[in-house]
């Protein structure tokens, strides 16, 4: 599994790339004035200023005056976690009604494109929100392509109890994978040669497409029941083919 960099951990936050160096700087410095934090990020002085302002404006920094001058202490990385369980808990809180929302609007088919690993994951979490049963046609290139994130997607996927039944490429890959069916709550087949650059994942209403193209990874998402309905259908028909 690829261990995830401080940096990459902190734009996954929302952090800007100079928002790290502010908070780096400040977390290394401890209780700092504004120059300081400045001096030890390599920005200019109304840079920082500016997302120390925003800092404290989320509640990621504080700042006290002692004797005539301002310092800043900027939240620990226990208190980051700690914003993002809040901002959780504000969103389940109001989870049914934004659901009553959504069910009250008129369906209609809709397809939605993203761009990169980022989009691949937002796919995926929705795949976790839906809570049904899903059906994929997949390559083992998936996981190289999101070889930090697909463990933990699997593993919250099998907390959720989400059943899920997937057809592969026979491989070295998809033997070792298939070992651990039953742990992971899966049934995984096998079909020679199906050596493909995307993935498939049919679930609900939805069809979600992946390429798998390192540099060109697309993620296309189609919510409509009779399209989801025939996916299905063909799904069927190459699951009993596969072995």
Partial sequence: MREISVDEALRDFGFSGKDIK???????????????ITE?????????????????????????IKEKTTYFDVATPERLISILDEKKSKLQSVLSELKLIQELTVSKPTATI??????MKAVLEDILTTKKEIAVIAHSKIFKILEYYFPHYIKRRKEAKI???????????????????????????????????????????????????????ISILIKDQTIADDERLIYELLWKSAN
């Fill in 40 to 64: 030890k990020a390599g920005l200019n002085r109304s840079t920082t200023y500016d997302i120390l302002r925003a800092f404290i404006e989320k509640g990621i920094a504080s700042k006290i």
């Fill in 163 to 217: 059943f899920t039944r997937v057809i592969q490429e026979k491989s070295k890959e998809t033997t070792e994978i298939r070992n651990k069916d039953e742990e992971q709550l899966r049934e995984l087949r096998e079909i020679k040669g199906l050596n493909i650059n995307s993935s498939k994942f049919i679930y609900a209403d939805k069809i979600a497409i992946f390429k798998l193209v390192e540099g060109e990874v």
């Fill in 114 to 119: 993203y761009q990169g690993k980022e989009g």
């Fill in 22 to 36: 502010v908070y780096l700087a400040a977390l290394k410095l401890g209780s700092a004035t504004a120059q300081e």
